[in-house]
């Protein structure tokens, strides 16, 4: 038998390799996570060597710096394959720092009225009330309009930034204020015959108004009364629910009448 010719020989077209795509566009990033825009046929990698499909990246270290690389995938079915393009240039991303502890901010440094809470101020604070939408800024800290003797729960967090995530919050639970009275005649009654006082059940009387409200103490019922004086009343602090005292409201007397003939 003789030697076998070869045959003729055919064309093998090698498609050239794509372009390198543009740089990656950061659209996101958190202390644990960065996600790039997703382009359609593209593919990622934070090492420019292991691959994904997925334009984010989770697991990831805070406050690390990383390289991320997108390229044009692979076409390997149908009549149009084609080989990977090459790498883009890299973006550079750092990962934010992991949330720091949470403020200082106890329930006594709060200021409370009977419709008014106001929390300290710190401009890289944020605040919430009840679980609502975060707020920050000069004034956010004021939460007004609310209702008498009515329990609310703050947090107050420190805003996240673009190299730091929020903190963590502090939180802290409080109640308004008791309702001012209306006038002194809602809180007791006024004896002229025997000069007293006797309060309406959750009042308190003092002769000096807050901040050194001194409350006066009844007996039977009953607060003596000096003619040509001002007294300071109010519905009293209760401790289950803990309720602040209200505002005052004043019951001055008369002096009393000179003595006749």
């Not at 009977?114 to 800290?141: F, R």
């Not at 505002?247 to 000179?258: D, I, K, M, Q």
Request: charged share 20%; aromatic share 8%; glycine share 4%.
């Amino acid at each position: 038998s003789g030697d076998v010719p070869a045959s003729e020989a055919i064309s093998l077209p090698i498609p050239a390799r794509p372009d390198a795509p543009d740089t990656p566009e950061l659209v996101s990033k958190t202390d644990t996570t960065v996600t790039v825009k997703a382009v359609t046929g593209q593919e990622y990698s934070l090492n420019g060597t292991t691959w994904q499909d997925s334009n984010e990246f989770t697991g990831l270290t805070a406050g690390t710096a990383y390289a991320v690389y997108t390229r044009v995938k692979a076409v390997t079915t149908g009549d149009n394959k084609a080989f990977a393009s090459e790498n883009s240039e890299a973006l550079s991303v750092t990962t934010k720092t992991a949330p720091a502890s949470a403020p200082s901010v106890t329930v006594s440094d709060a200021e409370i009225t009977k419709d008014t809470v106001i929390l300290p101020y710190d401009a890289t604070y944020e605040y919430q009330m009840d679980n609502g939408k975060w707020q920050s800024g000069e004034g956010k800290n004021i939460f007004a309009n609310l209702d008498p003797a009515t329990q609310h729960t703050f947090k107050i967090r420190m805003k996240e930034t673009e190299t730091a995530m929020p903190s963590n919050e502090a939180t802290i639970t409080v109640y308004t204020a008791a309702a001012t009275p209306a006038n002194a005649a809602a809180t007791g009654t006024v004896s002229y015959s025997d000069e007293s006082f006797t309060l309406t059940d959750g009042y308190e009387i003092s002769e000096t108004d807050a901040p050194v409200f001194s409350a006066m103490q009844p007996t039977d019922g009953k607060v003596a009364l000096q003619p040509n004086t001002t007294y300071y009343v109010r519905k009293a602090a209760t401790t289950t629910p803990a309720v602040t005292a209200s505002a005052t409201v004043s019951l001055t007397l008369h002096a009393r009448p000179a003595t006749p003939n």
